[in-house]
């Protein structure tokens, strides 16, 4: 009931294109989830979070959906760059859970020229 | 620090050896999680201490496995009578505080090669 499911695997992309990357949780009990973003030798940062008492949140070209009653969410980053290439992470946790983060498990994207 | 930092970045043993791995945290942060993270796959966790004490232990894999955090700073995650499948990338992590929904900032992990 913790599980936490990430799609696709793994995501190629043209310059200036949109990404998508879905996540689906089992646990309603979950009321926060962040989507971290994790380059190669380096620890997980924060991109962007959500609660689900809004079903959208948009900070520049990093938006979350969601959707509370099919239980999933959604990260769209909009004109995708090269930079943008990296592993992403959709969690979630509890209110009373002590912030502990229940991982996807993460869909690596390539931004092509 | 600036940041959360881990020592080692990577540390190679041998099968059966003892291993410490050292946390930390940014500082004014009580809460303090450490992460396991397999190659590809999505960190795992494994313990959370809120100021000294481990409130939450229930992701160590089996009593090889263990943390402390004395003074409520600092964590060392200790692994006993390592094993091949103890290779990973172990990750720590600190907020504000364990409230739900703080960010928690991440080191970039130490990377443990058991041979």
């Known amino acids: 009931q913790q599980q936490v499911k990430q799609s696709p695997q793994s995501l190629i992309v043209q310059k200036g294109g949109i990404s998508i990357i879905n996540c689906a949780y089992e646990?309603?009990?979950?009321?926060?989830f962040p989507w971290y973003q994790q380059f190669p030798g380096k620890g997980p940062a924060l991109l962007i979070a959500i609660r689900p008492d809004v079903s959208e949140k948009k900070e520049g070209r990093f938006t979350i959906s969601f959707n509370k009653s099919a239980k999933q969410f959604s990260l769209h980053i909009m004109d995708s760059q090269p930079g943008d290439s990296a592993t992403y992470f959709c969690a979630a946790s509890t209110a009373g859970g002590g912030n502990k983060l229940t991982f996807g498990t993460g869909t690596q994207l390539k931004v092509e020229l | 620090g600036a940041g959360v930092s881990q020592t080692p970045s990577n540390k190679v043993t041998e099968k059966g050896k003892y291993v410490e791995l050292r946390c930390d945290p940014i500082?004014?942060?009580?809460?303090l999680y450490w992460y396991r993270q397999s190659l590809g796959q999505g960190p795992e966790f494994l313990i959370y201490f809120q100021g000294t004490g481990a409130a939450d232990d229930s992701g160590l894999p089996n009593d090889r496995f263990f943390a402390v955090r004395p003074e409520g700073s600092v964590s060392t995650l200790k692994i006993q009578r390592t094993e091949r499948g103890d290779s990973a990338v172990y990750l720590c992590?600190?907020?504000?505080?364990?409230?739900?929904?703080?960010?928690?900032?991440f080191g970039q992990g130490t990377r443990l090669t058991v041979v």
């Open positions: 500082s004014g942060h009580t809460a």
């Open positions: 992590a600190s907020s504000l505080s364990g409230t739900g929904g703080t960010e928690a900032f």
């Open positions: 646990n309603t009990a979950f009321d926060y």
